[in-house]
T-cell receptor, first 113, second 111 residues
Framework: NAGVTQTPKFQVLKTGQSMTLQCAQDMNHEYMSWYRQDPGMGLRLIHY???????DQGEVPNGYNVSRSTTEDFPLRLLSAAPSQTSVYFC????????????FGPGTRLTVT | GENVEQHPSTLSVQEGDSAVIKCTYS??????FPWYKQELGKRPQLIID?????GEKKDQRIAVTLNKTAKHFSLHITETQPEDSAVYFCAPGEYGNKLVFGAGTILRVKS
């Protein structure tokens, strides 16, 4: 099992550009989520999904879109990048929502100039 | 929604000493209590968890204790080693609800 994979590992964007962060898992997990982690701060939930075709907003959803067309994939789209979106992004998955171990991807370090 | 607080935010201990980190939560329906460790530049990983029908769980040098009445649970690390230096997060959860992570505790083990 590869677990949770994310691409790219690093990305630099200019203000206003758009991009998609990829996330995939091969554990047949129903629940997937995206977090951002700023320096010295905890993990803040951006969006999450409890299954294919179902997504919902977390604490900090503005400026991001998600979709979940398959169980395996959960891409995160930045619509128009802003310097405030400079952060490390982690994708995570778990068997179901709430009361199960979260498996994290290796992270994507994004810089917006 | 769930309100989660961790204390302390930073903890420095001498190698060989014990460390205790406390997590307080607000939702009395929470029934899953995990602790994650994040080493510098790495992803968070689960190190120990407990469910609400158990008061304590131990795994070698780490343990988690739960006080459901007071709505807090704690991570205990004994005989600390330099490789225990990391950020530790709690994330109390309930089936069907989104997870909220604590803000994290930076543990520094001085040798």
């Amino acid at each position: 099992n590869a677990g949770v994979t994310q691409t790219p590992k690093f990305q630099v964007l200019k203000t206003g550009q758009s991009m998609t962060l990829q996330c995939a898992q091969d554990m047949n997990h129903e629940y997937m989520s995206w977090y951002r982690q700023d320096p010295g701060m905890g993990l803040r939930l951006i969006h999450y999904s409890v299954g294919a075709g179902i997504t919902d907003q977390g604490e900090v959803p503005n400026g991001y879109n998600v979709s979940r067309s398959t169980t395996e994939d959960f891409p995160l789209r930045l619509l128009s990048a802003a310097p405030s979106q400079t952060s490390v992004y982690f994708c995570a998955s778990s068997r179901q929502q709430g009361a199960y171990e979260q498996y994290f991807g290796p992270g994507t370090r994004l810089t917006v100039t | 929604g769930e309100n989660v607080e961790q204390h302390p935010s930073t903890l420095s201990v001498q190698e060989g000493d014990s460390a205790v980190i406390k997590c307080t939560y607000s939702d009395s329906a929470s029934n899953y209590f995990p602790w994650y460790k994040q080493e510098l530049g790495k992803r968070p990983q689960l190190i120990i968890d407990i469910r609400s029908n158990v008061g304590e769980k131990k795994d070698q040098r780490i343990a988690v204790t739960l006080n459901k009445t007071a709505k807090h649970f704690s991570l205990h690390i004994t005989e600390t080693q330099p490789e225990d230096s990391a950020v530790y997060f709690c994330a109390p959860g309930e089936y069907g609800n989104k997870l909220v992570f604590g803000a994290g505790t930076i543990l520094r083990v001085k040798s």
